[in-house]
């Protein structure tokens, strides 16, 4: 198992069409490359919600306490039956996200844009930011990808474990993050060195995407 990755057994063939379904409507794409199915076993969907692909595997290959089911699956990437797909613009006309929200807030699967139309962030979005998936350069290159930390203190919520890459898209860490909390549990890295917010990043009034973010 990678990182970002699920293992959703299906109930029955129902739930199962409605969950393919619901990935395809959100942009997964099929890795063939990656399935090993015998035909006639039982199998496992295996779908990683950072890079935003599914595939078919044996079941055998993935224990009984990874199998997580179709419902909690949609639980655990924050999807909620109230909340509606949408898009979001900014005071010049400007796509600043789209995707799931709940009170017109990201909550859910969705992508968050630059004023340059590049992404910005994509993956599992909670009450206060990204909570798993991508962060990206202005210039389109990946920052960042992985598990992010949900700040119950002052200040941004802070990536935890995952890869880390400089503007021209090389490597440049891959593993666990080291943090301290401040005096007001602001989060303080320690290693790798890691900045939270580019110059360039998107500056919104009505969307809490980050803890610094105007109100």
């Known amino acids: 198992m990678q990182l970002g990755d699920y293992a959703v057994k299906p109930t029955c ?25 015998p035909i006639g076993r039982e199998y496992v969907i295996v779908i990683n919600v950072i ?41 010049s006309g400007e796509l600043v996200y789209e995707g799931y929200t709940v009170l017109d807030k990201p909550y859910g699967l969705g992508t968050v844009y630059y004023s340059n139309g590049k992404k910005y962030k994509e993956g599992v979005f909670g009450r206060k930011g990204l909570v798993e998936g991508k962060e990206f350069y202005s210039n389109g290159q990946v920052k960042f990808e992985g598990i992010i930390n949900v700040n119950g203190g002052y200040g941004p919520n802070y990536p935890v474990r995952g890869n880390m890459y400089d503007k021209d898209g090389d490597l440049i860490f891959s593993g666990r ?25 998107p500056k919104i009034k009505y969307l809490s995407l980050v803890a610094n973010w105007e109100e």
Request: aromatic content about 20%.
């Open 177 to 201: 993050f080291e943090y301290q909390k401040g005096g007001v549990g602001f989060p303080m890295m320690r290693y790798p060195r890691y900045r939270f917010e580019e110059d360039d990043a």
């Open 13 to 37: 063939k129902r739930e199962e069409n409605r969950l393919i379904n619901f990935l395809k409507q959100n942009n997964f794409k099929y890795a063939d490359h990656f399935e090993y199915n």
């Open 51 to 91: 890079h935003r692909i599914y595939f078919e595997i044996d079941k055998y290959y993935i224990s009984t306490q990874g199998r997580i089911s179709e419902i909690e699956f949609l639980d655990k990437i924050n999807y909620d039956e109230q909340a509606i797909h949408k898009k979001l613009y900014g005071d």
